[in-house]
Nanobody
Framework: VQLQASGGGLVQAGGSLRLSCAASGRTFGTYAVAWFRQAPGKGREFVVVVSKSGTNTYYADSVKGRFTISRDNEKNTVYLQMNSLKPEDTAVYYC????????????????????WGQGTQVTVSS
């Protein structure tokens, strides 16, 4: 599957953005999808993952209560609604997909994801 991330931009602290991850192909419903981010000078870190049906989610503690992931398998798209943004959320955000048969299979380790989008920049000013 090929992924295209979009929706990044510049926003003030406390503001909101919605990222989208659009996928090619007709089997999107067989992929768990995650968002990772990489801040300047730091390694890539896990943000959130959603299972293939959208039923199960898992958030990093740093974004819990502020970010919400959702997916529309009819539109082959996963969304990341980001509210109450902080300067420390500034990073390049990447979506990643993992082929799976199981709705219980939604890992948080980047090594478990075989398909990656190109990234979209999110900058939060203080």
């Amino acid at each position: 599957v090929q992924l295209q991330a979009s929706g990044g931009g510049l926003v003030q602290a406390g503001g909101s953005l919605r990222l989208s991850c659009a996928a090619s192909g007709r089997t999107f419903g067989t992929y768990a999808v995650a968002w990772f981010r990489q801040a300047p000078g730091k390694g890539r870190e896990f943000v959130v993952v959603v299972s293939k049906s959208g039923t199960n989610t898992y958030y990093a503690d740093s974004v819990k209560g502020r970010f919400t992931i959702s997916r529309d398998n009819e539109k082959n798209t996963v969304y990341l609604q980001m509210n109450s943004l902080k300067p420390e959320d500034t990073a390049v955000y990447y979506c990643a997909a993992r082929f799976t048969y199981f709705d219980s299979d939604y890992p948080s380790n980047e090594a478990d994801f075989g398909s990656w989008g190109q990234g979209t920049q999110v900058t939060v000013s203080s």
